[in-house]
């Protein structure tokens, strides 16, 4: 179980987030969603230990996963909006490099990197320099990246923003194969598409929570109605 307990972050004396709280079960992946400037980003940044809350914790095995970074990280697999790539490398080369960085042993980084290039759909690329790839291709093997130790909490910030259809449509296959062994976090505005695998969407505005709207099982087309509208509430 993976719980958000009233965080809350500050930049330059305007409140950011105020007291988020949240659970993601095992298995689960939810949508967050909310105009821009609402508070995604930075939600994201501080549950994986790249901005500093200033109140609140994240409870992972009954523990507090922020006063043990190192170990939280170990477990955590995180890809923001704007993710970076060694261009000149391949993308077999840049996986097991940042396999090793990860501190993997050098016996299961091959395993490693095959696995995740398989789960990503990038194997016939794996001797490609990235330089080379498409855009939606990059995005795919920084998600490899991402998932390349099996992380239990995978966090995605604005994944399918610039995607074709075609690449929306893989990308939710592989984000649901993720959700198999991790809870997962994802935002951004394409909801139609999140709709598809998420279990609940929580708009995010002003900082706070403003709607917890279930998502699984439901009509789709509705619940991407809902959603939107509930922005548009909090907006005005």
Partial sequence: MFE??????????????????????PGEAIGIVGENGAGKTTLLKVLATLACPESGSVIMDAQDALSRPLKYRRQLGYLSETPALYDDMTVKAYLEYRAALKGEPDKRIR???????????????AKTPIRKLSFGLKKRVALAD????????????DFLAGLDFGMREAASNIISTV?????????GHEIADM???TTR?????????SSVIPAAGADKEQVVSRVENAIKGAKS
């Fill in 146 to 157: 991402a998932v390349l130790l099996r992380p239990r909490v995978l966090l995605l910030d």
């Fill in 195 to 197: 709709a598809k695998w």
């Fill in 201 to 209: 969407f929580l708009v995010l505005s002003g900082g706070v929570i």
């Fill in 111 to 125: 395993r490693r990197v095959q696995e995740a290039t398989e789960m990503c759909s990038i194997v016939e690329y």
């Fill in 4 to 25: 958000v307990r009233n965080i809350s972050f500050s930049y330059s004396q305007r409140k950011i987030l105020r007291d988020v709280s949240f659970v993601v079960s």
């Fill in 179 to 187: 959700a198999a062994f991790a809870s997962v976090i994802v935002t």
